[in-house]
């Protein structure tokens, strides 16, 4: 578990803005990702990340949790970022 200040967390969220497009959760996502659980079987919290990758429109997320090569909506792909030669 990662313990971290809560200066240092504001740090590392400041980072990983910089570094990427972040999205609002939206009443969108939230129904992507639900439908998501439903016709796939993941739990709330991988299928909300699916569902914002999806209505982000990237064809693939990168997770060491979720079944590699999992194909969602037959255009978001799911890789294993620790998977040789996978990304």
């Known amino acids: 578990r990662l313990r971290q ?3 240092e967390a504001g740090a590392f969220l400041a980072g990983i803005r910089r570094l990427c497009r972040v999205g609002d959760l939206t009443v969108e996502t939230h129904v992507v990702g639900r439908a998501v659980a439903a016709r796939y079987g ?11 990758a999806l209505v982000a429109g990237c064809d693939r997320l990168l ?11 037959g255009v978001l ?5 620790f998977r040789l030669g996978s990304v």
């Open 5 to 7: 200040r809560l200066d």
């Open 42 to 52: 993941l739990s709330i919290y991988d299928a909300m990340i699916v569902g914002a």
């Open 77 to 81: 792909t799911v890789v294993n970022p």
């Open 63 to 73: 997770s060491e949790d979720m079944q590699d090569g999992l194909v969602v909506e």
